[in-house]
Each structure stands twice: as structure tokens, then as C-alpha cells.
């Protein structure tokens, strides 16, 4: 079946570093991958979307990578802050607007002053 | 702009009771509509989905039922509540031919069946 997986453990950074976070993806070739950031008791919120044809895209201190022979995306964000401290999620989608959005189950990231 | 409306926040309810959350999409017309519940440290379970009126689509059997009697609204329903419903429910909505970009969420409902 298909699966989107991420890195189950939290992840504890230390504020200004640079914070990486893996999202793998097996038995799927999505044509897009989505990164979500979500707060405790609240709903996602959308971030970045990169296609499968882009090899990175950035926004500001987030940058998304994309690698088809890995099967893999890492999200990074530069010069992290304790505001950027949430779970974020990693989703997939196929090249269909009626395709359906896959989740991984998150990762929880911790930035200490 | 558009905005999506989820009530209740939280809900206590005992097994056995009836549910119906309630999910409003405003500022936007046919849009696509989700049902996803998310079990505590785990990943968005998608439940149902809708892409028009009356027209629902079931993921996972379940003791749950969905409708979408308006264009902009999508309830979530169940005649008996289970303990294993607890959980966390979120909507989300897409836009017709962009469903693939991504979703906007509700801010969610905590459901606690004791």
C-alpha cells in the first residue's frame, strides 16, 4: 500500500540552527509532495507544495527538496526560532485534482532559546 | 477570502449518543470537502470526501456517515457513538481542479467518548 513516513522522534534544535525534517515515501510516485505545520489542538496549515519536476523551492526561511530516486523530501528551515516549534507534516498527491492527499503521521519539532 | 468554519472545538459525548459536527466553507463555490480524523500522535486518517452535493465517498468502514445537503456545508454523523471514536476530527476543503495543491483545515474537533 502506499506510504508516506516520517520520523517518528521528536526533533530538539537549537534556536538560529538549521532544522531538517526527512518524509519518505514507498509503493507511490506522487506528483506532489505537501508540507503542513501544525500547532497542538489545531488544524494544519499548508506551507509549501513542491512537484515532482522540481528539484527545491523555498519561501522564505523554508526550503523543500524533492528527490525521485530517493523517494524522499527533506524540509528545512534556516535559522530556526522557538516560534517554529509544531508538528509538520508531510503529504503526497497524485497528479489528479481528485487524487486523494496521503498524510505521514508527522514530526514534532522542538527549537530551544 | 475564503474561510472554513468547524463547531464544536470540543465535545464530550457517552457511548451510545448520537454526533453531528457540523463543517462550513464560505467565500468559494463547489468546493471539494473532507472528513479526516487523527488519532493521538498519529497521521490524518481520511474518513470521507465530497465533491458536490449529496455526493459522498467513504474511505474506511466505519460507524461515522457524512452529508452534504448545501454546496458549502458537510456534516459528519453517527446514531451510536463507540469509545473508539475518540479522536480528533478535522474538515478541509480544496478547490474543484486543485484538490492536488493542497488543503485548507478546519480548526478541528476534539471528540471524547467516555
Known amino acids: 500500500s502506499q506510504k508516506i513516513e516520517q520520523n517518528s522522534e521528536a526533533l530538539n534544535i537549537q534556536e538560529g540552527k538549521t532544522a531538517t525534517l526527512t518524509c519518505n515515501y514507498t509503493n507511490y510516485s506522487p506528483a506532489y509532495l505537501q508540507w503542513y505545520r501544525q500547532d497542538p489542538g489545531r488544524g494544519p496549515v499548508f506551507l509549501l507544495l513542491?512537484?515532482?519536476?522540481?528539484k527545491e523551492k523555498r519561501k522564505e526561511r523554508l526550503k523543500v527538496t524533492f528527490d525521485t530516486t530517493l523517494k524522499q523530501s527533506l524540509f528545512h528551515i534556516t535559522a530556526s526560532q522557538p516560534a517554529d516549534s509544531a508538528t509538520y507534516l508531510c503529504?503526497?498527491?497524485?497528479?489528479?485534482?481528485?487524487?486523494?492527499?496521503?498524510f505521514g503521521s508527522g514530526t514534532r519539532l522542538s527549537i530551544r532559546p | 477570502s475564503q474561510t472554513i468554519h468547524q463547531w464544536p472545538a470540543t465535545l464530550v459525548q457517552p457511548v451510545g449518543s448520537p454526533l453531528s459536527l457540523e463543517c462550513t466553507v464560505e467565500?468559494?463555490?463547489?468546493?471539494?470537502l473532507y472528513w479526516y480524523r487523527q488519532a493521538a500522535g498519529r497521521g490524518l486518517q481520511l474518513l470521507f470526501y465530497s465533491v458536490g452535493i449529496g455526493q459522498i465517498s467513504s474511505e474506511v468502514p466505519q460507524n461515522l456517515s457524512a452529508s452534504r445537503p448545501q454546496d458549502r456545508q458537510f456534516i459528519l454523523s453517527s446514531k451510536k457513538l463507540l469509545l473508539s471514536d475518540s479522536g480528533f476530527y478535522l474538515c478541509?476543503?480544496?478547490?474543484?481542479?486543485?484538490?492536488?495543491?493542497?488543503?485548507?483545515f478546519g480548526s478541528g474537533t476534539r471528540l471524547t467518548v467516555v
Open positions: 467565500g468559494t463555490s463547489n468546493p471539494n
Open positions: 513542491i512537484r515532482e519536476n522540481e
Open positions: 478541509a476543503w480544496s478547490a474543484p481542479d486543485r484538490g492536488n495543491y493542497g488543503y485548507t
Open positions: 503529504a503526497a498527491a497524485g497528479y489528479s485534482s481528485a487524487s486523494k492527499i496521503i
